[in-house]
């Protein structure tokens, strides 16, 4: 039996495709996004045309429940969960202070935070019994520094980042790999930044940085999620951060 | 007429200590916590006999519309908030993550992150018209680190902190200076530490440690939250960590 | 007997106007500066005039005893130091690795990080015996992230600054407050800023910006520096940020 | 022929074992250390018994010239160097202010600091003509953080990480990629933590913690150099912390 992979947020970017390559080496994939069931049963097609083997499911993870029950029915039908790759965000672009209201300020910390601390309670224990297991957490920009427009998604971001730290205090000793990735950069992903800037701005900043690699490429951030999954425990990463050679990282100024 | 110095969380320790100190230099004190009337009349009662003026007010910060209503009433009936002291805590001790139950987790985003955001969504944009304010935000270690135990606290701190730096990007440059203020030691508070360990253990704690400079003494915090208050914006302090001499900073260990 | 303020790099920009100012409060300032007399002069004859005592000394920290001798000299003759204000800059603008010779990177380390470790092994055994003192490190952006250009520059920072925190680690619980002091800002100082602009972008800088607040002003900075000395030793800071109002922060983009 | 993969600090721990892997994975290795012929011998031998190629040489670091030259003879007699790791180390134990003289605050960071500068300062001229390379730094947790009895160490791995910001602000849009790697934790290295600690507290060390996995292993160690290396540059990791499963990380209290 396969390891499984479980992806929470597998959109067309990161989460897709870090599944399928996980999916491409050895583990059973399990795909969880909220919408476009047409792209997530192309994704599960696609990873079956190469051999691999998955699974999909379009969930809300915001609602109360969902992702317990995911998890379980996971765990009860499929196989043990080996690995988790958390990556749902909640940038929704700047906005000033007046014009983020209670409902977006709330929103960023269900879906960056507190999911996250969902998942965690429904999967660690599971992992904790069995002596091992792994949570790559995505990360961004946001979780190291606030800046402006950014009230929602750093508040929630900043929260992830100190809740893996405290997963990691608590679960790495019982042999439980918790990582938080910095993603530092713009991250060539149609659904994410796309959606954010529109097709157009979208295209252009795909045309200016030049799309094979100016901006993060998730083919090959990919391999880094699977390095980590890998790593012996003798030598676990807690923190990484990743950007395009071209980009200016976080404590720089362009 | 005096400026306003608005304290959100102005119990035995920090907080109640502060808006003493500034009702002693020139601010009209309004003192806002969730329980004890008396402790909250017999404070401004002392600020009175001191010669200074102070209103208390006992609410409960997570209801809805209950800070918002503060501030609009403060504001038509008092004065202009010239300065705010977000002082709520959310500590609640080490507590394994399956022992962290979800309304836990959610109280501490509520207290320590949403409350902020809330109370700087009604205060900033007075202030921002006037030209100028200050937002003094009592933060802990758990904002720059995450520990064993402290799923809750850590989460809400470490957004609290990205929230303040997001405050500040956009309200700084329009003259309102916010500071993340770490409070990274133990504080001779009976109100939090002292409810936290017990009668016993917090006493044990103030014999050992020598409660005169072993741990933190609010009186003399208070000196630099008022300095902060006060710098001129030529120079202004966003982050500012505090202990005592004898304590151990977060990045050490004993 | 006056305590005794000795100010390390006492310029025309914040160490002598930090010295003028501990000299208002009740302390003998010691002033050394690298050159000109003349100004140094002047700081003591401008001291004198406000009522207060001061002695100038002009010296080369980089060469060696010279440091060392004029601490056991200062204590010979003039009184316990009680305070040193360590101020020596090493910026020397932007060069591109090729032009950064071997001399410019140790001349950066010599006088920002050595010379704080020679002065260090000379006061701190004084202050140790006494049971107190103060260190107050003026440092600078480039202690918490280096950047283009700045290859001698954040070297020699950021092992500042390290040496600060081990400092603060050894000294800090025996009665010796260190703090490092990160100015993340212009500062309106004709000796360094002004020199390291040239005149003309120097004064346009100041027009820009506003030189009344929209540069640091030394002596609204000498503020903080004094409130650093005058902590009860239950609330030291060993770490703060300062910068305009208008200024943005490290970790934020323009 | 061959990318050559140039190790400075070449021991029986990580820098050796890197190398090792590195010539496993179609990389000429050149070793250089400063001591201890034979073991470099063998090492040498080792590879090539796997079928590797490689180069072994004695040398000083820290003396003139002695880094610059060999940087040319290799770029000249074997072929230009794709990857260079920096793996040499200035632990020197824990040393009260008093115990720590000049010579020892300057050996670290002539050794840690120093030394990087200067081989950047040969080698990124090179790797910037030729459009790519890689510099892999091997660092320490003092690097982040100062501890007592660390002066020298923590001032020299501070400036380490700065200046490794500083190359990879000006190199990474060249192509080059700068790698800060935050070796937090105790290394199962004979050369370095075992001479540290002396014979039997190391094996104590290593029965205590299970010398599997409590420590790091440098051979899966040599995994995640070797990933940094290959990473796609659209995808680059600037920094990454490393320990075993059961250590404490630096951010955290024992």
């Known amino acids: 039996m396969k390891p499984v992979c479980l992806v929470m947020g ?21 795909l969880c996004r909220r919408s476009d069931a047409q792209g997530l049963k192309r ?21 109360d429940e ?3 029950d995911r998890v379980a029915a996971i765990e009860a039908d499929i196989g043990p969960i080996e690995v988790v790759i958390y990556n749902l965000g909640a940038q929704i672009g700047d906005r000033a202070l007046k ?38 957490v995505t990360s961004a920009t946001a979780a190291v ?5 950014q009230h929602s998604h750093a508040a929630a971001m900043g929260g992830r980042r100190m809740l893996c730290q405290t997963l990691n205090a608590e679960f790495g000793p019982k042999g439980i790999h918790v990582a938080h990735i910095l993603i530092d950069g713009a991250v060539d992903a149609p659904d994410t930044l796309g959606r954010l800037l529109g097709p157009e701005r979208f295209q252009q900043l795909r045309d200016t940085r030049g ?15 699977l390095h980590l999954a890998r790593q012996h425990r003798s030598t676990w990463t807690h923190e990484i951060d990743l950007r395009s050679f071209s980009d200016t990282p976080w404590w720089n100024h362009a």
């Open 10 to 30: 597998a959109g067309a970017g990161i989460g897709g495709t870090v599944g399928k390559h996980f999916a491409a080496n050895g583990y059973h994939a399990v």
């Open 211 to 225: 799309a094979a690699d100016g901006l993060i490429q998730p083919a090959h951030l990919a391999d880094t999620y």
């Open 66 to 68: 969902v992702i317990e």
């Open 43 to 63: 994704l599960v097609a696609d990873i079956e045309a190469d051999g691999g083997t998955a699974n999909g499911y379009l969930l809300n993870a915001i609602e």
């Open 145 to 149: 520094r606030g800046n402006g427009g």
């Open 99 to 136: 014009d983020t209201s209670y409902k977006a300020f709330e929103m960023g910390w269900r879906l960056a935070t507190f999911g996250l601390f969902r998942l965690a309670s429904a999967v660690c224990p599971r992992m904790e019994e069995r002596g091992h297991g792994t949570l790559l």
